[in-house]
Nanobody
Framework: QVQLVESGGGLVQAGGSLRLSCSASGRTFSSYAMAWFRQAPGKEREFVAR????????YYSDSVKGRFTISRDNAKNTVYLAMNSLKPEDTAVYYC??????????????????WGQGTQVTVSS
């Protein structure tokens, strides 16, 4: 079992920045990949970014590439999502997720094994 707890969401103006954190517990943090997803009202959950177990490889959706940065600190069992140049369309509940299938890089929510409860990010225009 893995428990994931997100924090850092909030209200920010367009062009601003936020940093989300996701704290993990339960299993060896460096044994699984981590990702961020988001879900806006009335929309499906969508992939945002993913980072490999040791942080050597990262992947981003086209919509956030160049603005968001995913990172992890395995000593603190935490993954981060730094979000810059935020846009109103970034408004959503953001979720972190753990993936034990580390040999396959997936952007599909169904492939992820554990999820946090989500944190709201609202970007005002």
């Amino acid at each position: 079992q893995v428990q994931l707890v997100e924090s850092g969401g909030g209200l920010v103006q367009a062009g601003g920045s936020l940093r989300l954190s996701c704290s993990a517990s339960g299993r060896t943090f460096s044994s699984y990949a981590m990702a961020w997803f988001r879900q806006a009202p009335g929309k499906e959950r969508e992939f945002v970014a993913r980072i490999s177990q040791l942080g050597r490889n990262t992947y981003y959706s086209d919509s956030v590439k160049g603005r968001f940065t995913i990172s992890r600190d395995n000593a603190k069992n935490t993954v981060y999502l730094a979000m810059n140049s935020l846009k109103p369309e970034d408004t959503a509940v953001y979720y972190c997720a753990a993936d034990f299938h580390v040999l396959i890089v997936s952007t599909a929510p169904s492939e992820y094994d554990y999820w946090g409860q989500g944190t709201q990010v609202t970007v005002s225009s």
